[in-house]
């Protein structure tokens, strides 16, 4: 595609360029204004913990170590795809790369179309020798594979990121809202499947907050692909994101109609374990705090993805996002305990819910 295409420089200098600026109008909004979803959440609050006033373990008991598609990690919190590709999200992904380093953590990188674009903004993704240990996740919009993206394009990602992992986000309403957005999503499952049989390295297929249904689930797993990422309603709304980049006022209120858009987290990750018993998933959108993470876990998840949080937290400085990290696993943690789960696992096997509306898992 844009790789080798010499005779196409300047268009895809030009092209680059575009990217990179919505990327920092994205990044800016998303620490800035209210881009949560409206008139929708995301379900956990409809859950509660049943309390084990005896856990029958110690607190010194409860390990939060798990695994990552093959890899150890030391928690089941995922710092979710976010930034690249302009200087800011240079510093926003160094930072979050030496707090997944630090506990231990499964880190995904932005969207990195551009970087195929504009190969000279590989330093703002390239965080591989600040977090050596983790499992490292390139991100690609699965659109582009209908637009002449192809394995070697996703093959030189991994390579150029020292990535284990390449997620293909879905967002077509986000693509349909956006001016000369990518809408060409026709026959788009064929070619995931493609590249999840040649690329030699695990697919993750990810929503970016609008939900992933169950019967999808089940055909992305038929297509080949490692993990889902249901990325749920309830959290970040990326309408609401490009309604704050819109100048056309007709444009702004047809997005602002898709602010209560999608399927609730929660929901989402109860069908998608429904249809893929067996298969790994992972659940991000709206996760706010460790008790959200658990869950998560409890509901089906085999890891949980935070974004909005910790973005804004890296904008504020390395200190804010310890904090904040530090806090989310101490909360799982404590969670686990009073509910006598010594082990991530024991959550879905153990740990009892009852549903606001007297319904239990």
Do not use: Y
């Not at 504009?118 to 209908?146: C, I, K, M, S």
């Not at 590249?195 to 992305?220: S, Y």
């Not at 047809?254 to 999608?262: M, Q």
């Amino acid at each position: 595609m844009l790789l080798n295409a010499t005779a196409n420089t300047s268009t895809d200098a030009t092209r680059g360029s575009r990217t990179a600026s919505r990327k920092d109008e994205h990044l800016r909004i998303n620490i800035d204004e209210d881009v949560s979803a409206k008139g929708i959440e995301t379900g956990f609050d409809d859950w509660r913990f049943v309390h084990r006033a005896l856990p029958e373990i110690d607190l010194d008991d409860v390990e939060l170590r798990t695994s990552f598609l093959g890899h150890h990690v030391d928690a089941p919190l995922l710092v979710s795809c976010m930034t690249g590709g302009t200087e800011q999200a240079r510093i926003i992904n160094q930072r979050l790369a030496r707090v997944a380093q630090a506990h231990g953590l499964a880190m995904g990188l932005g969207s990195c179309r551009v970087l195929l674009e504009q190969p000279d903004v590989l330093p703002t993704f390239d965080v591989r020798e600040l977090a050596p240990d983790v499992p490292l996740l390139a991100n690609l919009g699965a659109v582009q594979l209908n637009l002449g993206v192809g394995i070697d394009e996703c093959r030189h990602l991994l390579r150029v990121l020292h990535a284990d992992a390449l997620v293909l986000h879905l967002n077509p309403l986000q693509e349909a809202l956006q001016p000369s957005g990518n809408t060409a999503f026709a026959g788009l499952l064929a070619g995931i499947a493609a590249i999840c049989a040649g690329l030699g390295a695990p697919v993750i297929i990810k929503e970016v907050g609008w939900g992933i249904a169950d019967d999808l689930v089940t055909r992305l797993f038929e297509a080949g692909v490692a993990a889902v990422d249901v990325a749920g309603a309830g959290g970040t709304s990326w309408s609401e994101v490009e309604r704050h980049r819109m100048s056309d006022p007709v444009r702004a209120r047809v997005a602002a109609s898709f602010a209560g858009w999608g399927i609730p987290t929660a929901e989402a990750l109860i069908l998608a374990r429904g249809a893929a018993p067996g298969s790994v998933l992972i659940a991000s959108g709206g996760v706010r705090n460790g008790i959200d993470v658990a869950k998560a876990l409890t509901l089906g998840a085999d890891s949980v993805g935070i974004a909005g949080p910790l973005v804004r937290a890296a904008a504020a400085g390395d200190d804010a996002l310890e904090e904040t990290v530090s806090v989310i696993l101490e909360e799982l943690r404590l969670a686990m305990f009073c509910v006598g789960a010594a082990r991530v696992f024991d959550l879905r096997r153990d740990a009892r819910l009852i549903r606001c509306d007297g319904r239990a898992l």
